[in-house]
């Protein structure tokens, strides 16, 4: 079993280089799953709700299956030395606790709990705290080898449909430290470096992107201090873009 110091140890080395200009762009998985036309077929998956006991039914098809490949991710994560359970959620309770999974999983004996996002039942979910497939992708990948960011986003070995989402170092962070409780702080040369690569991906105008930056820089020098943990830098993010 993975150790919480043999994890800190992969993150200070994935951590050491993260001021390297290499780190700061988006790349895009290679291996993006092509569907073949085929006729989806449905089927009901009966489970067991983790907090009233309930049973339940999911109607979905073979084909938008993704309780499926959460089951993967377990599997993949007890392969890497890391205890895993994915617990369901009955459509009342994930109205109540406003998330539809649970990925439990232990390190040194402590549970961590992450919420996986499925968007199946049509119940609004709070997207703020739930990880998706590419972000366990992302653990598992960190877990399996020792990275630099560098080489993270050079490694083409994505398994998965990722739906032509763009990878950057902010979102290997975001993931370590939403799936593996992981804390992650950046000095504000780091922050800046980050938010450059970030309004480049999504803004295509060069005077636009001027313009975040000086709002950027402008709220990151009301900051105390010279570093600030990445929820902090995730709602800077927030407040500029409000999304
Ligand atoms: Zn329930």
Redesign the pocket.
């Known amino acids: 079993m993975l150790s919480r110091e043999e994890i800190n140890k992969k993150l200070d080395k994935l951590r050491k280089s993260r001021i390297e200009d290499g780190s700061y762009k988006s790349v895009k998985p290679v291996n993006a799953m092509c569907y073949s036309m085929m006729f989806p077929t449905s089927i009901t998956i009966q489970k067991d709700?983790?907090?009233?006991?309930?049973t339940?039914d999911i109607e979905t098809t073979d084909i938008d299956n993704d309780f499926d490949e959460y089951e993967e991710i377990v599997k993949k994560f007890l392969k890497v030395g890391v205890e895993a359970e994915l617990r369901y959620?009955?459509?009342?309770?994930?109205k109540e606790k406003g998330h539809e999974l649970e990925l439990m999983i232990k390190i040194d004996s402590n549970e961590i709990i992450s919420y996986p996002y499925v968007g199946h039942f049509g119940i609004n979910i709070d997207s703020k705290k739930t990880s998706n497939l590419l972000d366990y992708e992302l653990v598992i990948m960190f877990l399996s080898k020792n990275h630099t960011y560098k080489s993270f986003l050079k490694d083409d070995n994505f398994s998965m449909d990722f739906r032509d989402r763009q990878v950057d170092k902010f979102m290997i962070d975001r993931a370590l430290n939403m799936i593996l409780g992981l804390d992650i702080e950046y000095d504000k040369k780091e922050a800046m470096k980050q938010f450059e690569c970030f309004v480049n991906k999504y803004s295509g105008l060069k005077k636009e992107i001027k313009k975040y930056n000086k709002k950027f820089n402008e709220k990151l020098n009301q900051i105390d201090g010279d570093v600030l943990k990445i929820e902090q830098f995730a709602e800077l993010l927030e407040s500029i873009f409000n999304f």
Do not use: A, G, N, R
Request: contains cysteine; glycine residues 0%; hydrophobic residues 25%.
């Open positions: 709700c983790y907090h009233c006991h309930k339940f959620l009955c459509p009342d309770c994930i």
